[in-house]
């Protein structure tokens, strides 16, 4: 079994930044994913963005140049850095990993607004 916790998640004008950190804890097997989702409300839950097993990484055009994805492997924790943040970007944020099984942590609220 695999937990998941998320952090960094908070209330941020336009334009401003946010880390969001996921800590995995547990019995992890190889990972094929390691990634990043929001849900806004009346939305469906969306990529923002993810690394694959062979570290190939994939961002949703929205983010593209605002956001940043990486991991350190040896805290087994995955962070995104969003910077130039917008008011659509408000949402919760979820971290999922993949391994042979799929796991969802609880989520963090991110929330832009002046």
């Known amino acids: 079994q695999v937990q998941l916790v998320e952090s960094g998640g908070g209330l941020v004008q336009p334009g401003g930044s946010l880390r969001l950190a996921c800590a995995a804890s547990?019995?992890?097997?190889?990972?094929?994913?390691f990634g990043w989702y929001r849900q806004a409300p009346g939305k469906q839950r969306e990529l923002v963005a993810a690394i694959s097993g062979v570290n190939n990484v994939d961002y949703a055009d929205s983010v593209k140049g605002r956001f940043t994805i990486s991991k350190d492997k040896d805290k087994n924790t995955l962070y995104l850095q969003m910077n130039s943040l917008k008011p659509e970007d408000t949402a919760v944020y979820y971290c999922?990993?993949?391994?042979?099984?799929?796991?969802w942590g609880q989520g963090t609220q991110v929330t832009v607004s002046s």
């Open positions: 999922r990993l993949v391994d042979k099984y799929e796991y």
């Open positions: 547990g019995n992890i097997l190889p990972v094929n994913l």
